[in-house]
Each structure stands twice: as C-alpha cells, then as structure tokens.
C-alpha cells in the first residue's frame, strides 16, 4: 500500500447483480484510478442474516424498480446481465456458497486467477434464463481460466475444509466493517477504513 495507491477491498457475492456491476466497474478502472484492488467473495445471504437486512426484491414495488435499474446500469457499464427468472429462489438456496469457497481457495493458491474466475460464475449464474450453481461447473470455470488436471482436483478439495473456514473468516471480516450488502466496498486513505456501499457510491471513491 502506498500513498499513490491506496487499499481498496471489494466484497461480492457471485450471485449479486450489483455485486457483478460493481466488481466490473472496480476491475476495469483500479488502474486508472490508481488503487490497490483487493477481491473478497463473500456469502451474501449470511451477512444479510447477521445484519438483519432483507432482499431488496421482497418488496413488490422496489423489485419492480430493480429490473429496470439492473437493465439500464448493465447495459451503461457494458455488463452482459440477463436477469435470471429463478434468481430469487436460487438466493435462498445456497447454491452459490460452493462456488464462491472454491473462490476463497483460488485466491490464496492462485491470487492472478481470482478475477477470471469470479467472472465466469458471474456469467454462469446472472448471464442465463435459469440461475444454477453445480458441482460440475467448477472444475468447468477452473479449466475456463487455466487450472485443470491434478491442480484443479487439490483446490476442488480444499474447497470444503479451508474454503469454507475462510469464507466464512471473509464475510465476518465484511461485517467487522460494517458491511449488510454487496458490492461493499472499503477504502484505506492513511489507516482509517472508508466504507462505500453499492454501485452508485463507487465514483466517490
């Protein structure tokens, strides 16, 4: 971390349309905006728990809203979401927690891969008619970024001991700052956490 490049962590969820938008927009300028862009998935529906939040969608007027918003801001920042028709039934499902510890695994074993992966179980879950998470479509986003064979079999593995201890260490980290939703973003400017939530909050950064 240095005076010209400050610390920014990013929390995401794979399953969270702001979540993808958000990822893409940090992914895309941290350089021109000159930070350091640390990547922490997170297990959404947990820190909801924990902080008592709700879907947004739960109520009938503001999802109504959200589709509307979701389509214009991944078409503005050219993100290829295509809202699932399940995607609410698949939030309460957890499917998403397998991929999101194979995550978790990748970026202490393989940080350079962290961003194409995420981007691929982005794509797999929000760039469909029907949202899915399986155990195959693992070691497919793997092979995706060019992790296959015996590497791909030790961090499938891993997925469910280290994987799931550490995402669990990553989504209380979140809440530790404050965290309830995605994307969450917090900022080093000295020492002193700056915390950013949602998509519109991160040109203030």
Known sequence: ?????PLVKLYYDV???YGWIGFEILCRYQHKWKINLDLNPVFLSGLMKATGNTPPGMVPAKA???NVELKRLA???RVPLSLPNNLFEFMFSNDNMMALRLLTVVKASHPDK???LSRE????ILSTTEAKMELDMLRTGLEEVGITGEEADRLLER?????KEELKKCTSEAIGYGAFGVPYMVAFVGEEPVPFFGVAQIYML
């Open 1 to 5: 971390q240095t005076m010209s490049r």
């Open 15 to 17: 399953i969270s349309p």
């Open 64 to 66: 109504k809203y959200i």
């Open 75 to 77: 078409e503005f920042h």
């Open 114 to 116: 962290l961003e194409s």
């Open 121 to 124: 179980f982005f794509q797999k």
């Open 159 to 163: 997925r469910d001991s280290e994987g």
